[in-house]
């Protein structure tokens, strides 16, 4: 899902316009259902659809998403998925299908691939930035998409596990486990290339339990910061972010 650098994407301003009216924006079939599928509700859209609900430490962070005095947006951070299922990852999986209810629809022991997309719009960046993949669950039964607790974001959502590899040789992220929620990689100063930035080119979600009521119930988020640059101090560079939801059945 390609963000524009000095604009709001098209599915960011129809989130916003959806909730501002009330009107769901979801995709499903008349009955609600995902794919048409009755066991799944399809509820108004929340902040964690738009990146908001991502933790508070990064919120001056997530400030510069559409912060008008922020100079440009140096990296690109994608991620997609073969989300329409015709074997291949392509321009006819990206756009709302990635951010919008049901998402990445899987089946319980099933395993996605997913591809990761890092590169800088300078060819050579001055200072150093941080990548970041992350998964939360979204309570779809309150506009800010937040649970009261862990303990019940695990209990009423999928649980899904992102491996490194195919082989599923190294855990990186897991739904339902509070210490692995979060993936960092610094990237220090130089010329920007996946294989010196140690991110993954491709990670492997597994479906591992169902959703919960609600369709797209786990958000996979990818956030580039980059840090201030010590002799660039009156420069902003802009975030990169870029997610996507997942049902499993």
């Known amino acids: 899902m390609n963000a524009l650098p ?28 995902a794919g048409g599928d009755p066991t799944f509700r399809m509820p108004a859209e929340t902040q964690r659809d738009m990146g908001a609900g991502f933790e508070r430490l990064h919120e001056e962070a997530l400030r510069l998403l559409s912060d008008p005095n922020a100079n440009a ?106 210490g692995k929620r979060v993936v960092e990689w610094i990237i220090h100063p130089g010329y920007v290339l996946p294989d010196h930035t140690g991110v993954p080119t491709n990670v492997y979600v597994e479906a591992v339990s169902p959703s919960g009521q609600y369709a797209g119930d786990v958000r996979l988020m990818a956030v580039i910061t980059p840090l201030e640059v010590p002799n660039l101090p009156f420069y902003k560079f802009r975030v990169s972010e870029d997610h996507l939801l997942f049902t499993v059945k």
């Open 6 to 33: 000095l604009t709001l994407s098209s599915a960011r301003v129809a989130a916003v316009l959806a909730l501002l009216s009330g009107v769901t924006a979801f995709a499903g079939s008349p009955s609600g259902g």
């Open 73 to 178: 947006k140096i990296f690109k951070f994608d991620i997609d998925a073969d989300i329409n299922h015709d074997g291949i990852i392509n321009d006819s999986d990206n756009g709302w299908m990635e951010a919008t209810p049901p998402g990445m629809v899987l089946r319980v022991g099933e395993k996605a691939q997913v591809r990761v997309t890092l590169f800088s719009h300078f060819p050579y960046f001055p200072g150093s930035a941080v990548a970041r993949l992350s998964l939360a669950g979204i309570n779809r039964g309150t506009p800010t998409g937040e649970f009261a607790s862990f303990e019940e974001e695990v209990h009423n959502t999928a649980h899904i596990i992102v491996w490194s590899d195919a082989s599923k040789s190294r855990k990186l992220l897991d739904s339902a486990d509070a």
